[in-house]
């Protein structure tokens, strides 16, 4: 199918007019008509379709919800302000119909195949003809749909798919439904999780409401899904004093997602709270976002604990400079570079520790010539293990043509066969030579 597109895209405009007689077929599939539609809008760009798209809509033998989505594709491509077409309520009953059977199909599937233990990933699969139904059907099937999500008959995951749908098509209808699970504390506490996730992701509420219910929820899963629309979704710092809370929590996720949140609201008023965190905080894995939000803090404060970190074999600490470095310039930059080129230097005492290869992943990131050498020292003492494609890549990253001989060498180098890939594409940074005409180059230097 998307070889054929693609030749329709080829043919461009000429093939236009053709194109509009399959839209305007009734007969045709909607969502192969649509997908016409997509190819003429998005791809060939061709404004011509602009009418016979509203001929469709004032089509009243043509199915509504198409008819719908037409008018919401001319409102937001093409600046149009149509209102929406009322239904009726011969239509209406249509709809509820077609809603009903399809989320009666994803319930039925959802209660057997959870029953046999299937992961949820392949049912998502195997319901989403079912949902790619409920979005084409749009906002005249919302009405419909909250009273599924409501319905605690039916499966948590079927609820779940069905306001998330909600979600997608974009209706804040579905707000008041999924507060009011929310603060249902007798619900299935899976669904009330993924109401706090997606009411924060769709922002579709403000930090004070989450904050608000925080504060009396008892439920971990809740816990982390609200702490989590907090700080990676809404990013507000009137959370941050919730989250500097929520790490001391006894729960390690609840607080790795508390660490994660002040990284992305960033400010200096986080930097000490992860500080500490890094430093005293029990559990490894906060410990080691910790490190990962510091980097994202740009501040220079955080440079001294990463380097201490460093020094212990932190990879996490590593990284975090990397991001740290491409920021920082002068004498906290030389810092910075001068420590990751020592956390470099591990491989000589235990080529088997992950914080030194994460070092020249990092010092790649900076772009500092000075790293070169050591790098390639490095390249040479891997003898072509594993570890060896990201001292290659930082190698090409940090542009300096004092590398293009070492990694011709390593081209011929039979240890170094399985990183052929980076070390061609590291020489097309450093040389400025196409992929292919590497490839062709590097088969004469192997025979």
């Given at each position: 199918i998307r070889r054929l597109l693609m030749e329709l895209v080829n043919i461009g405009k000429a093939g236009v007019p053709t194109l509009i007689k399959v839209i305007k077929d009734r007969r045709k599939n909607w969502q192969f008509r649509a997908l016409i539609i997509y190819v003429i809008v998005?791809?060939?760009?061709?404004?011509?379709?602009?009418?016979?798209?509203?001929?469709?809509?004032?089509?009243?033998?043509?199915?509504?919800?198409?008819?719908?989505?037409?008018?919401?594709?001319?409102?937001?491509?093409?600046?149009?302000?149509?209102?929406?077409?009322?239904?009726?309520?011969?239509?209406?009953?249509?709809?509820?119909?077609?809603v009903k059977k399809a989320i009666n199909s994803i319930d039925k599937k959802c209660k057997l195949m959870m029953k046999n233990d299937i992961d949820d990933v392949l049912v998502s699969l195997i319901i989403d003809g079912e949902i790619g139904r409920l979005i084409r059907i749009g906002k005249p099937g919302i009405p419909f749909m909250i009273g599924v999500i409501k319905d605690k008959k039916k499966h948590w995951y079927c609820r779940i798919r069905v306001f998330i749908t909600g979600c997608i098509i974009g209706d804040k209808r579905v707000i008041k439904p999924l507060m009011e699970i929310l603060e249902d504390k007798s619900d299935d506490s899976r669904v009330r999780s993924e109401a706090a996730?997606?009411?924060?992701?769709?922002?579709?509420?403000?930090?004070?409401?989450l904050l608000g219910i925080l504060k009396d929820e008892s439920d971990t899963c809740v816990r982390i899904e609200i702490l989590r629309g907090l700080g990676t979704c809404l990013r507000d710092k009137k959370a941050i004093d919730a989250l500097v809370e929520a790490l001391d929590d006894e729960n390690e996720i609840v607080a790795a997602i508390s660490v994660d949140g002040l990284g992305f609201i960033g400010g200096e008023k986080v930097v000490e709270p992860l500080i500490n965190a890094l430093k005293n905080n029990r559990h490894t894995l906060v410990r080691a976002r910790a490190a990962e939000a510091l980097g994202r803090t740009k501040s220079k404060r955080a440079i001294e604990p990463?380097?201490?970190?460093?020094?212990?074999?932190?990879?996490?600490?590593?990284?975090?400079?990397?991001?740290?470095?491409?920021?920082?310039?002068?004498?906290?930059?030389?810092?910075?570079?001068?420590?990751?080129?020592?956390?470099l230097e591990i491989y000589k005492i235990n080529l088997d520790s992950l914080s030194w290869d994460i070092a020249a992943k990092a010092l790649g990131k900076i772009g500092d010539k000075r790293a070169v050498e050591p790098l390639i020292?490095?390249?040479?003492?891997?003898?072509?293990?594993?570890?060896?494609?990201?001292?290659?890549?930082?190698?090409?990253?940090?542009?300096?043509?004092?590398?293009?001989?070492?990694?011709?060498?390593?081209?011929?180098?039979?240890?170094?066969?399985?990183?052929?890939?980076?070390?061609?594409?590291?020489?097309?940074?450093?040389?400025?030579?196409?992929?292919?005409?590497?490839?062709?180059?590097?088969?004469?230097?192997?025979?």
């Open positions: 998005e791809e060939i760009k061709d404004d011509r379709i602009i009418e016979h798209l509203i001929e469709i809509v004032n089509d009243e033998k043509e199915d509504i919800v198409v008819r719908n989505e037409i008018v919401g594709l001319l409102n937001e491509k093409f600046g149009k302000n149509f209102p929406n077409i009322k239904i009726s309520d011969k239509e209406k009953g249509k709809i509820e119909k077609e996730y997606r009411l924060a992701k769709n922002n579709l509420v403000g930090a004070e409401y990463l380097i201490e970190n460093l020094k212990k074999g932190d990879m996490w600490a590593a990284d975090a400079l990397g991001e740290l470095g491409k920021e920082m310039k002068g004498n906290d930059r030389d810092r910075i570079v001068k420590a990751l080129i020592e956390g020292e490095a390249l040479w003492a891997t003898k072509g293990s594993s570890d060896s494609w990201l001292i290659i890549n930082a190698l090409g990253e940090i542009g300096d043509k004092r590398a293009i001989e070492p990694l011709e060498k390593a081209l011929q180098d039979e240890r170094y066969k399985n990183a052929i890939i980076n070390i061609l594409g590291a020489l097309s940074q450093l040389t400025g030579e196409d992929y292919k005409s590497l490839k062709a180059k590097y088969k004469v230097l192997r025979r």
